[in-house]
């Protein structure tokens, strides 16, 4: 099969998207570049085109030529036997429309499938499914309720219920604070829960080709400037990401324990990366991410040196996944 590293979107994450493929386009030189772009078409892009990208995560990236329809583009897919690299995030891309689309060609890509992507897209859900497997979660918020639950806890958290990257968070500190999540609440549904403080951690999930599942270091995160939004997440310098996390033996096993209880509760496939807070009560569950950032500087591929594998062995892993995968539901 021909590896096609399929990168953009039409969704916010595009910028990170673009900075993941140039990161699996190193490791995966011989794979064709396609560019999703925000038109809804698809773009054949050369390594120039895509390396020379100098901010992915500030500019916005221009294929320069003609595209096609995303949908020809699968069907283009299919009919010259490719595998798709997923190197996207986030929207259509990690809602489990995109990987619909493929099941019904009968396209092999990399990561979960359309069910379980949807599933833990819906933060809301997602927590339903980890808390039946053993996770702890926060209690949620109904919108009519946050001047209640301001009162009661002081302090709030609010993130888009199905978006990544950290876009749209908001720290409700003060009563001010209420009217922005109730006006960004307009225009798209919000998690709300009460704050909880403590040591942000991730923690990524992976599954090889032999069949074998299993948690992979805890990463510790201080941001660097209090929040690990977006701007922590690709921007600062400042702030850190800790690999093998600094926490005690017991709070490492619990995290790689909670991640992998995750990962199975929403069915996960190939690889997932789960985040929490380490509280001074233990941990607390906050999302599953199914396509979660593989850039240069991002928390997988961190994880995966600290446990001694190779970037390009993981990635033609989960070619070989993708697949079986394919193979079994043929």
Same mark, same amino acid.
């Given at each position: 099969m021909r590896i096609t590293i399929l990168f953009g979107g039409t969704n916010k994450e595009r910028l990170v998207s673009v900075a993941s493929a140039q990161a699996?386009?190193? +490791?995966?030189?011989?794979?064709?570049?396609?560019?999703?772009?925000?038109?809804?078409?698809?773009?054949?892009?050369?390594?120039?085109?895509?390396?020379?990208?100098?901010?992915?995560?500030? !500019?916005?990236? !221009?294929p320069g030529n003609r595209g096609i329809a995303l949908e020809a583009a699968l069907d283009k897919a299919k009919a010259e036997d490719r595998v798709l690299v997923l190197g996207l995030h986030g929207g259509r891309a990690e809602n489990g429309e995109l990987q619909a689309m493929c099941e019904m060609r009968g396209i092999p890509f990399t990561g979960s499938g359309s069910a379980s992507s949807n599933l833990a897209f819906d933060k809301t859900a997602a927590k339903r499914f980890a808390a039946i497997a053993g996770v702890e979660t926060p209690v949620g918020i109904a919108l009519d309720d946050i001047d209640a639950a301001f009162a009661e806890y002081g302090k709030l958290i609010a993130k888009p219920a199905r978006d990544g990257s950290s876009y749209g968070l908001i720290f409700v500190n003060a009563k001010q604070d209420l009217v922005a999540v109730r006006n960004a609440a307009k225009s798209e549904e919000y998690l709300i829960e009460a704050f909880v403080s403590g040591v942000e951690?991730?923690?990524?999930?992976?599954? *090889?080709?032999?069949?074998?599942? $299993?948690?992979?270091?805890?990463?510790?995160?201080?941001?660097?400037?209090? @929040?690990? !939004?977006?701007? @922590?997440?690709?921007?600062?310098?400042?702030?850190?990401?800790?690999?093998?996390?600094?926490?005690?033996?017991?709070?490492? +096993?619990?995290? $790689?324990?909670?991640?992998?209880? @995750?990962?199975?509760?929403?069915?996960?496939?190939?690889?997932?990366?789960?985040?929490?807070?380490?509280?001074?009560?233990?941990?607390?569950?906050?999302?599953?991410?199914?396509?979660?950032?593989?850039?240069? @500087?991002?928390?997988?591929?961190?994880?995966?040196?600290?446990?001694?594998?190779?970037?390009?062995?993981?990635? *033609?892993?989960?070619?070989?996944?993708?697949?079986? *995968?394919?193979?079994?539901?043929?």
């Open positions: 699996l386009h190193r +490791a995966l030189p011989e794979a064709d570049l396609w560019f999703w772009h925000v038109a809804d078409t698809v773009h054949e892009v050369t390594s120039e085109a895509l390396l020379n990208q100098q901010r992915p995560f500030e !500019d916005e990236f !221009d951690a991730t923690c990524g999930v992976l599954e *090889r080709s032999d069949g074998t599942i $299993m948690p992979l270091p805890p990463v510790e995160i201080i941001p660097g400037e209090g @929040a690990f !939004d977006y701007t @922590a997440k690709y921007l600062l310098k400042s702030t850190q990401e800790i690999c093998p996390g600094r926490f005690s033996p017991a709070i490492t +096993a619990d995290l $790689m324990d909670q991640a992998h209880r @995750a990962h199975r509760a929403l069915s996960c496939s190939g690889y997932s990366r789960s985040d929490f807070i380490v509280s001074a009560k233990g941990l607390v569950y906050l999302e599953t991410n199914t396509l979660p950032g593989l850039t240069a @500087a991002s928390l997988y591929p961190k994880a995966l040196k600290a446990q001694g594998i190779d970037f390009s062995d993981f990635l *033609r892993d989960q070619v070989v996944l993708a697949e079986q *995968r394919l193979q079994r539901r043929g």
